[in-house]
């Protein structure tokens, strides 16, 4: 298994153009999430979902669109980037047996974006 | 929503054990605790997961009181590779939303 894939690794966008970040996972994990995380800080979940065609706000959702069209893949879609949105974007997946959907997160190696 | 409160940073030896508290004071019946771990420039790492008592598997150990207010992950005999930032984070299993994770500590590990 690949576990959880993401690309690109390293992207430098300019104020205002959009782009897609994403993500997929071979485990046939029923939940996956996108977390970002700026230098020195903790991760912060974006947004996530339990399963496909549902997904749902975490605690930063504002600039930021998702959708879960399959089980496998959860892109990120970034609608005008602002350089506030400059960080690394971690996405997680997690079986979600039983509605323990905490146990065990697997993540990606994460992107890095830049907006200048 | 339950916050977790951690020591920013710590610092120890090769071979030796090594302690992290985490504060939750507000955590909820239905609420887990969960530790990862996270090297520079990778996603993090699950460790150890518990809901009361005490925990343990070839990793680390994590032991919850009975008030469950607090927590404390065990690494034993730590070695160089061990050096990495350490995450608290308390969730329940009926909302993703609210997963939160701290700042975490960086735990710093010496020759």
């Known amino acids: 298994n690949a576990g959880v894939t993401q690309t690109p690794k390293f992207q430098v966008l300019k104020t205002g153009q959009s782009m897609t970040l994403q993500c997929a996972q071979d485990?046939?994990?029923?939940?996956m999430s996108w977390y970002r995380q700026d230098p020195g800080m903790g991760l912060r979940l974006i947004h996530y979902?339990?399963?496909?065609?549902?997904?749902d706000q975490g605690e930063v959702p504002n600039g930021y669109n998702v959708s879960r069209s399959t089980t496998e893949d959860f892109p990120l879609r970034l609608l005008s980037a602002a350089p506030s949105q400059t960080s690394v974007y971690f996405c997680?997946?997690?079986?979600?047996?039983?509605?323990?959907?905490?146990?065990?997160?697997?993540f990606g190696p994460g992107t890095r974006l830049t907006v200048l | 929503l339950a916050k977790t409160t951690q020591p920013i940073s710590m610092d120890s030896y090769e071979g030796q054990e090594v302690n992290i508290t985490c504060s939750h004071n507000?955590?909820?019946?239905?609420?887990?605790i969960t530790w990862y771990q996270q090297f520079p420039s990778q996603g993090p790492r699950f460790i150890i997961q518990?809901?009361?008592t005490k925990v343990t598997n070839e990793v680390a150990s994590l032991f919850i009181p009975a008030d469950r207010k607090s927590s404390t992950l065990s690494l034993p005999r730590v070695s160089l590779s061990d050096t990495a930032v350490y995450y608290c984070?308390?969730?329940?299993?009926?909302?993703?939303?609210?997963?939160?994770f701290g700042s975490g500590t960086r735990l710093s590990i010496r020759p």
């Open positions: 979902s339990v399963g496909a065609g549902i997904t």
């Open positions: 518990g809901y009361k």
């Open positions: 507000n955590i909820a019946t239905n609420d887990y």
């Open positions: 997680a997946s997690s079986y979600g047996e039983g509605k323990r959907i905490t146990d065990t997160q697997y």
């Open positions: 984070l308390v969730a329940s299993y009926s909302s993703a939303s609210k997963i939160i």
């Open positions: 485990m046939n994990h029923e939940y």
